[in-house]
């Protein structure tokens, strides 16, 4: 139910795949979203829906990428996420490019490589 994607950069940094989404059973209260922590050099899962986002490795404060909106973005995207069907909010994670937390580059992408449930 969720997507698995690989992020990339031009640095070639060797990045472990992300498992983004959640499963069936738990997702109005779980999301894993894409969040780097800059300070680790490193991107992890974090769970969109907790209240304080911080790195799982130093505890520092992270930003998930991507957003959550009612305004479908015209833009392609890697990945969503419905995250209120009331209100029809999704979580939208842009197929573009972000900063790498490994070279500071405006170079980091998400290519997805699969599914898991
Ligand atoms: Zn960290
Ligand atoms: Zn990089």
Known sequence: MGTMVQPK???NHEFQNLN???????????CSVPS?????????ELN???????????RRKSSPLGEIT???SPN?????WGINFED?????????KY??????????TFEEIGCWD
């Open 76 to 80: 392609p995207l890697v990945f969503e």
């Open 48 to 58: 969109i829906f907790n209240k304080r986002h911080l790195c799982p490795k130093c």
């Open 9 to 11: 950069c031009k640095c």
């Open 88 to 96: 029809s909010s999704t979580y939208e994670l842009e197929d573009k």
């Open 20 to 30: 983004l989404g959640g499963g069936m059973n738990n997702f109005m209260k779980s």
């Open 99 to 108: 900063t790498c937390p490994v070279c500071m580059e405006e170079e980091l």
């Open 36 to 44: 780097p922590c800059f300070h680790c050099k490193d991107v992890f």
């Open 70 to 72: 009612t305004n479908p």
